[in-house]
């Protein structure tokens, strides 16, 4: 059996950091942001396989950028959970172009006045089932849901999202957008967008996008010199580009671009 190995993660000065955390055992961890810092912090998980519980606990008027990036091999199984105090701004996203069976949890709540939750997920699907839920609790909150996914020959994707917006909770706002690529039709893409919504004065919006290649794109690629695969190869690249977005820093953009590169590459047997 497993040991559940337990980690904290301080956060009390500005500035960028980046960790590597092998999880061949299954981890639970806190990552909690001091009060009035601005932090960014890059994790990439290594392994075979993972069960991740996480939570990010953001101080009173906090910032923090936070990219989760998967890199186990077989099976990834994680719950993330995002709380906060008053005036706290938490930029997540996650990135799995992985070739693990991965299953993602994610919950937010906004239970404090001027919280923001922002969440850029890039997945590539050979299998990938993503569940969340931003709920807002109060007045004066905002949760915005960006999802890009490129769903492989024989993948299957799901992304169920819901924003929960209580009664009270007056100029809250809560949007999402989807946007999934299918290069196949031996797939099978799943997005079920959903607000619940139990109050008047608020913003809230949801729009999804699913299908395949757009032929006039591919031809317009082809016709400057690429073959059909490297004209998919460079869509699927741009579609999963938002992700190195998330950190607002220069050098780790320039690499996740990198990376996402070779990833695409990888995967080029399926596309």
């Not at 001091?34 to 994790?43: E, S």
């Not at 999202?161 to 809560?174: F, L, N, T």
């Amino acid at each position: 059996m497993m040991q559940d190995k337990k980690q904290t993660i301080y956060l009390t000065k500005d500035g960028f950091q980046e960790i590597q955390v092998d999880c061949d055992k299954q981890r639970s961890l806190l990552i909690h942001v001091d009060k009035r810092r601005f932090i960014q912090l890059y994790v990439t998980y290594l392994g075979k396989s993972a069960t991740l519980d996480i939570t990010i606990q953001m101080d009173q008027g906090a910032y923090g950028e936070i990219v989760f990036w998967n890199e186990t091999r077989d099976k990834f199984h994680a719950n993330i959970w995002m709380r906060g105090e008053k005036d706290a701004v938490l930029k997540l996203g996650i990135g799995d172009l992985s070739s693990s069976n991965s299953e993602i949890n994610i919950c937010g709540d906004l239970d404090h006045s001027g919280m923001q939750f922002h969440v850029t997920t890039a997945i590539l699907a050979l299998f990938k089932h993503v569940q969340m839920e931003m709920h807002h609790k109060t007045s004066y909150t905002e949760a915005v849901m960006k999802n890009f996914a490129v769903v492989t020959d024989l993948g299957s994707y799901q992304m169920h999202a819901s924003g929960r917006i209580d009664k009270g909770a007056k100029h809250s706002v809560s949007h999402q957008q989807t946007s999934v690529l299918t290069l196949s039709q031996n797939q099978t893409s799943e997005v079920l967008p959903i607000l619940y919504i139990d109050e008047n004065d608020v913003k809230a919006s949801h729009a999804t996008t699913l299908g395949q290649p757009d032929d006039l794109q591919l031809y317009y690629l082809c016709s400057r010199g690429l073959s059909r695969a490297q004209a998919i190869a460079l869509l699927t690249h741009g579609y999963l580009m938002p992700i190195a977005g998330v950190i607002q820093k220069e050098t780790l953009s320039a690499r996740l671009a990198d990376l996402i590169e070779e990833k695409v590459m990888v995967h080029a047997k399926y596309l």
